[in-house]
């Protein structure tokens, strides 16, 4: 159900030149997932996606996106420098950071970005940091709990993200007075929705503070986005988000509330992450051990460095044994990484074929909060990321950590 983008026979040569573990992408599916938001939106005149660097930091995917359209979404300083050597600045950057540190507020004004506040209070922390951009857009938390229809998605009221709507309507006024010319609002309420319903929810509501707020001040938005959290699904008995779908539910709403409110040329923006990248990216690891005590474990040569979400959430990533796709999956086994973390586990009591030492593992849906999330526990290093092209050929976009990275920053002690 789930099938791999790579087989067998390719791993065993792309291993040739580059050891595993590795994390590679599927350029293919990537442009053809980006043209197909594209086209959800394109009904929108000013439609942009901006991909959230966060969930795959690496210049070349950035600048694949960038070729299908899109611009970025930063939240840190080193986010901010990737966007600009890539080529990619001014409103082409959505700066949506929280707990901002003034000389990344400065960085973003730099580069032109459109910067998104999280809190009122950081009205008057940008104007005396660097002061108000023309264009300027706002975080909106709600609060309570966020459903659709019955069923409870999120808690807003919970999370420490976006203001609640008496500080957005004051803070765009006095951003007003500031000088500011373009407004935008932001919300991101629920994460990894496998709903086509979720957009449409979240964008209804946003459309109706919209008018509220034009009715309450005169303010006009100029745009609305819609964030993150359209999301994939990782175990295989889920169905995919249907995005044009979700891009068609999305313009119901905006014909239903913001068109009659004389709303109409509002642009649509989206922040996604998971969505443009999860499915196109594996993690490729060797079997190198078999361990049969009181459970039956394989160890792999990576581990919760290269894919920290099993570890971190318990999450379920598929794992596919190469060259044993339609063997039956009669044997349990714990699939564990080398961490002295009992936690360091890809998965846990994981029905699958028979694995023998030397077999290729795919762990599936690892191209967005991946390898991006990996950190250097126990002196591990960051592996490899490699990208499948589109004529089938393989190309490194970032080479593994050697040790000489690792002792980097203890300068001059270490001469490795
Ligand atoms: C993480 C994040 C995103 C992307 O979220 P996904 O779940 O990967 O789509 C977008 N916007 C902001 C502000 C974020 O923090």
Redesign the pocket.
Known sequence: MKKPFVTKEQIEEIVKTYPTPFHIYDEKAIRENARKLKQAFSWNKGYKEYF?V??TPNPTILRILNEEGCGT?C?SYTELLMSKKVGITGSNIMF?SNDTPAEEFKLARELGATINLDDYTHVKFLNDTCGIPETISCRYNPGGTFSISTTIMDNPGDAKYGMPKDQLFKAYVELKELGAKKFGLHS?LA??TVTNEYYPTLAKMLFQVAVELKEQTGIELSFINL?????IPYTPDKEPNDILAIGEGVRKAFEEVLVPAGLGDVSIYT?????MLAPYGHLVTKAIHEKHIHKEYIGVDACAVNLMRPAMYGAYHHITVLGKENDPCDHTYDITGSLCENNDKFAIDRQLPKIDMGDYLVIHDTG??GFAMGYNYNGKLKSAELLLCEDKSVKMIRRAETPEDYFATLDGYWEV
């Open positions: 959230a966060k969930a979404d939240s949506s991101f994460s990894n964030s993150g959290g359209v999301g922040e996604l992450g998971r969505f967005a909060h």
